[in-house]
């Protein structure tokens, strides 16, 4: 079989690719080893920048999450007896909105369904051929056991930081740049109405920790623990003790209140960027091309301006044969990629605590700077509200 763009991997770029090209009148084959319940379900990002709620409405998915999406005007900075609002609205005259990244692959997979295109869950031995020819391919076993190849003119690889298609690209032909951060975040969620009415950042002697929260009665919480945390050494009072102390239980009468928690989990920190996002016929977005820890909840931001501009580009490419915004897609994409990977080890170098009395005095000295500068606190303000697409 042929199409014009096969896209490996379901997840919010993939979905939102597939959906972007089908209002473009292109083509495409959408590939997923994991089941739609299972891609629905996993428990990710959660918070969009004002430039992804407004691609999403423009591109018409936007519609439960402008009924169900929470406004929040900034965020909540917090150090030991201080917490101070950061007030987005005020200081850059952008927004962000709390909508669970579950709802937004959701909102996207029905899309898929209704355009009638073609998507194929639960596949197995991906594997792509003739990246740098003009007719390049792709081979997978379906869910049934039957093998497939699909010729394309083009490789959508959003199949995140595991997946096969960056490693596809010939070690001389890509570059890689990173870090690993000598902490973890342990995330739970619980069935319980926030304690807050916008996200505390909450900077502390025994670790970080974050208030969240995805809808009214559901709430997300973060505790800064070791890479090696096993989840088992936290039962769940412990999880609420340590957020109490964390995040100034008491404080000015603040009440953190504890409930049922349904997911807990550990997440690893790490920033990584392969560069350039192209090669031939394949590109790269989202996860498989950068990931950025999770301060400052960049990583499905950054997945759907990849999407947004390699739509442009493909679109033009394959409808008008004009190739000018395809071979600038790595360079653009990566000038966003490199911000939001300078601004997620900024939060998270100001905000997680390393043992060395040094760093301590200066991240207090940094959240000092921003709760008091308003140039400082526009600087954040523009970063976690996001630039804009293109920027
Ligand atoms: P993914 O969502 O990873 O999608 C890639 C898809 O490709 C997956 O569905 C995967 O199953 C599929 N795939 C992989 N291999 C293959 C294969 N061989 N064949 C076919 N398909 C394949 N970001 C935030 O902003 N805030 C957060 O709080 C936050 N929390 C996170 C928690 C966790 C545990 C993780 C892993 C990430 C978190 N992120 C968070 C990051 C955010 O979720 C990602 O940046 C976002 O999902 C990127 O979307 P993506 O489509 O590029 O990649
Ligand atoms: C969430 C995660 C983040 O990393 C962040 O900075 C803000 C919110 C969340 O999961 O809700």
Redesign the pocket.
Known sequence: TRTQVVI?????????LSHLLDREGVESVL????APE??RG??????LEHSTVELLGDAGVGDRLGREGMEHRGIYLQFPHERHHIDFHSLVGRSVWVYG?TEI?GDLMRARSAAGQQSYYE??D?ALHDLDGDSPAVT?VDADGSPHRVHCDVVAG???????ARRTIPDGARRSFGREYPYA?L?VLADVAPSTDELIYAWHPEGFAMH?MRSPSVS?L?LQVDPDEDVAEWPDDRIWEALARRLGDGQDGWRLKPGRITDK?V?PMRSFVSTPMRYGRLFL????AH??P?T????????VA?VALLSRALAALLREGDPRLADDYSATALRRVWRGTHFSWWMTSMLHVTGDPFDAQLQRSQLEWVVRSPSAAAGLAENYAGLPIGY
């Open positions: 490996i991997g379901a997840g919010p770029a993939g979905l939102l590939l997923e080893n994991r299972y891609v996993r428990i990710r990002a959660g918070m990244q692959t596949v197995s991906v997978f959003c199949d995140g930081f595991h997946g096969p975040w995330g969240s997300r973060y989990s997440l977005a989202g996860d498989a990931i950025v999770p400052g909840a960049k990583g499905l931001n950054l997945a990849d």
